[in-house]
């Protein structure tokens, strides 16, 4: 997409803030879904093993998206929206198998997500594929997940919905103020 100002072309790309000419009228002009999107997991080849990062995890305690761990609310979309999804990263077993060399990593086992291929299937219509593939699979999925910030505020809209509606004491009054305050901070350091 091009712009033109007094008859120059400056090039404006996805998500960039156009650098000349310096007036903030012609720059917000240019600016094209500059948000970025926010990577959920960082994948510990060591561990073979995940963790939520810190970028999503602070989004999502602001946004009051966090159940017991950050990725609860996303894990039941992957698992056909349903609530069985909160658990897809209950894997104990596996973490406390972890224990040593993550804690040798400087890393809390606690926060470890394992990808545990029996999670990833229900047994109704299959499985399709054997254990190796599923886990494969999900890693791999889970290695490059980035959701959009837009998305990410859509889902903490819907909850504080539904908190307000079913458990008040949860309901963030100031919801839309958190998501305006957050769309500034990325907008400025977008500059």
């Known amino acids: 997409m091009r712009a033109v100002f007094q008859g120059r072309f400056t090039t404006c790309l996805q998500g960039e803030y156009i650098t000349s ?32 990062t810190d970028e999503f995890s602070k989004l999502n305690d602001r946004l009051n998206l966090t159940e017991w761990h950050p990725v609860v609310w996303i894990g039941r979309l992957f698992t056909m929206d349903n609530d069985v999804g909160e658990h897809w990263f209950d894997n104990w077993d596996e973490r406390k198998a972890h224990e040593a060399k993550a804690q040798a990593l400087g890393i809390n086992s606690y926060d470890l997500m394992v990808v545990v291929p029996d999670r990833f299937e229900d047994g109704r219509d299959g499985p399709c594929h054997p254990p190796e593939i599923r886990k494969a699979f999900w890693t791999d999925i889970l290695k490059s997940l980035e959701l959009s910030y837009e998305f990410v505020f859509q889902a903490a809209r819907f909850w504080n919905q539904c908190r307000k509606e079913n458990v008040p004491e949860d309901y963030v009054e100031d919801l839309e103020e958190r998501i305006a305050q957050i769309k500034a901070d990325l907008d400025g350091s977008l500059l």
């Open 21 to 52: 000419p310096e007036s903030e009228e012609k720059r917000q002009f240019c600016k094209i879904d500059a948000m970025p999107n926010i990577r959920v997991f960082k994948y510990i080849e060591e561990l073979d093993a995940f963790l939520v």
